[in-house]
């Protein structure tokens, strides 16, 4: 069984541009996570899709946005990049689960942004 | 708010010590408990989970116990390989779906 895989797997942008990551979930997977891994504040929750729909959103700015496909595929896009915007991010998948539902969420490998 | 308290690292042991990295949390309510490590370059894998008070997780040799009075889930192995060399986080799941991650432990096991 494929995990979850992410693309690209680095990503080097200016400051002011704008970033797209991408993100396939496991087989059978229909809630998508994002997490942002940066040096010194630790993994960070940054957004939650199920069934196409945004769920939840952690404190990031609304240049942080994304969406998720029919196929349960998803992006994240980041606007106006900024250099504290440089980071691991990394996305999750899990069985379609409900608000407060306890299924373990299973990570990618991550794509890191360089904001240069 | 939810938070999670992992012991600082780096932890250095020799290879077949005993391990103990201690976790504890602060949430509403009755999260699910998890442990995730994360070797160089890589992603997080699941090492292992807890859904409720006294579960015992358990993978690969580690444990961990889910107890709701001293509000911990401290991982454990009791003969660690240098293999298992990698950051070990400590995260709970409440309301919301959201994983919050404790700050992580470095691992080093030396031969």
């Known amino acids: 069984e494929a995990g979850v895989t992410q693309s690209p797997t680095h990503l080097i942008k200016t400051r002011g541009q704008q970033a797209t990551l991408r993100c396939s979930p496991i087989?059978?997977?229909?809630?998508v996570y994002w997490y942002q891994q940066a040096l010194g504040l630790g993994l960070q929750f940054l957004l939650w899709?199920?069934?196409?729909?945004?769920?939840n959103r952690g404190n990031f700015p609304p240049r942080f946005s994304g969406r998720q496909f029919p196929n349960y595929s998803s992006e994240l896009n980041v606007n106006a990049l900024e250099l504290e915007d440089s980071a691991l991010y990394l996305c999750?998948?899990?069985?379609?689960?409900?608000?407060?539902?306890?299924?373990?969420?299973?990570f990618g490998g991550g794509t890191r942004l360089s904001i240069l | 708010g939810n938070s999670v308290t992992q012991m600082e690292g780096p932890v250095t042991l020799s290879e077949e010590a005993f391990l103990t990295i201690n976790c504890t949390y602060t949430?509403?309510?009755?999260?699910?408990l998890f442990w995730y490590v994360q070797y160089p370059g890589e992603g997080l894998q699941l090492l292992l989970k807890?859904?409720?008070?006294?579960d015992k997780g358990s993978n690969k040799g580690f444990e961990a116990t889910y107890r709701k009075e001293t509000t911990s889930f401290h991982l454990e192995k009791g003969s660690v390989q240098v293999s298992d060399s990698a950051v070990y986080f400590c995260?709970?799941?409440?309301?919301?779906?959201?994983?919050?991650f404790g700050g992580g432990t470095r691992l080093m096991v030396k031969p």
């Open positions: 807890a859904t409720k008070a006294d």
């Open positions: 995260a709970l799941n409440n309301a919301g779906n959201m994983l919050t």
């Open positions: 087989s059978g997977h229909t809630s």
């Open positions: 899709y199920d069934e196409g729909e945004e769920r």
């Open positions: 999750a998948s899990s069985p379609r689960t409900v608000w407060g539902g306890n299924q373990p969420q299973h």
């Open positions: 949430a509403t309510g009755y999260p699910s």
